[in-house]
């Protein structure tokens, strides 16, 4: 659905001033996305003491991503420029709730993921405000999973994250970063398919500088069927705790290589990441390999495959290893279907869970399905 600028008030607006007016555009867009699912543990958070409650049926919101609302406008600033601005949040199809920002407490927010102001042109792009991190963009660009809500590497991620410490009341996570709030990111132009993207947010913590701050630096090459990317996430005061004073403690950095190659249909992936925590290493270290496979059947039809590998390299009886399958079917440019399985051998206290939001027992291995339905406007 768009709504344009151009409509009826702006034309008599511009038609009576007389004034060169510049062309502008503001799109609504969003997905409700519903299924089914069964798995056969499942814990009350993602923390590596929960108990194993049995297995489940439910309804669940985000099968593929989450269901979500935004709007989106760019403004012709005239001379190659461009202002732009963009605005997203998701919600429960289930129950219609809003979802969780990353205050240290389970709070909603409006616009859970993105909310941002930014110019663009020959120089490239810049946005300030609440944004998915550089990083995982890039994770996403070289997955053949894409970063989905079953068994992808975005679930890898939040394996890492609750080995971390991190239970899931926030999105403020221990480990790299998928949405960061007062953030500046600059991203390059495409040389030759080869781009930039760097990060800034300051933490606004009176008294230290570097008080919950984040940084990062990614560099991506998309040419000749290639995706790859290299990244560099560092981050301060992670996941404070409600009591917690931001101090500046550099307990974040994420670091990761990942390629996708692509031909004829086919897609091949792999990735080595490493996760840790810099101030104490011996608490937080950990490595995730992932790899993958897929095929677009026909248009309509795409099919993946994957797994992703967790090591804890302070306690090696931790370790986790889960394997996916899911297909798509597009029965139109708006709407499609899903199915996926998987299964996750979790050893010692891990807890790499197969559905983003529904965490699973640690150490206990574990299958999940899931059928659903997705429709964008």
Not at 140 to 161: C, E, H
Not at 162 to 183: E, F, H, K, L, Q
Not at 246 to 253: D, I, V
Not at 300 to 320: I, R
């Amino acid at each position: 659905m768009k709504l344009r600028s151009e409509l009826i008030l702006p034309a008599v607006l511009c038609a009576f001033s007389g004034a060169a007016c510049a062309q502008s555009s503001v799109t609504l867009y969003g997905t409700v996305d519903g299924s089914l699912m069964w798995q056969t543990s499942s814990a009350a958070s993602y923390s590596t003491a929960a108990k194993n409650n049995g297995g489940l049926v439910r309804y669940k919101d985000g099968g593929t991503y989450a269901s979500f609302w935004g709007m989106r406008g760019v403004e012709d600033l005239g001379g190659g420029y461009h202002a732009i601005f963009q605005l997203q949040g998701t919600f429960d199809s289930g129950t219609g709730k809003l979802g969780i920002g990353d205050s240290s407490a389970p709070t909603t927010s409006i616009f859970s993921q993105v909310a941002t102001v930014g110019v663009g042109g020959g120089f490239g792009e810049i946005k300030i405000g609440r944004q998915y991190a550089p990083m995982m963009l890039a994770l996403t660009d070289t997955d053949v999973r894409r970063a989905g809500y079953f068994g992808s590497i975005l679930t890898g991620l939040v394996g890492l994250n609750s080995a971390a410490g991190w239970v899931g009341a926030s999105t403020n996570g221990a480990i790299g970063g998928v949405y960061d709030s007062n953030a500046f990111v600059y991203v390059s132009p495409s040389f030759g398919g080869l781009k930039a993207s760097l990060e800034y947010a300051p933490g606004g913590v009176a008294g230290s500088i570097q008080g919950n701050t984040r940084e990062s630096a990614v560099l991506q090459y998309n040419n000749y069927g290639f995706n790859l990317a290299a990244i560099y996430y560092n981050g301060h005061d992670t996941n404070p705790g409600a009591t917690t004073v931001p101090t500046g403690l550099n307990n974040n950095r994420f670091l990761s290589v990942s390629g996708l190659y692509s031909r004829s249909g086919f897609s091949v992936a792999g990735s080595f990441s490493n996760g840790r925590n810099p101030s104490n290493s011996n608490q937080t270290d950990l490595d995730m390999i992932s790899g993958g496979l897929a095929y677009q059947f026909t248009p309509a039809f795409f099919v993946s495959s994957a797994l992703y590998y967790l090591k804890d390299k302070n306690h090696t009886a931790n370790q986790s290893t889960s394997f996916v399958l899911g297909a798509s079917y597009s029965l139109s440019k708006a709407t499609s279907v899903y199915a996926n399985v998987g299964y996750v051998n979790n050893r010692g206290k891990m807890n790499q869970s197969l559905v983003y939001g529904q965490p699973v027992a640690p150490g206990v291995g574990t299958t999940a399905a899931m059928i659903g339905l997705r429709e964008r406007f």
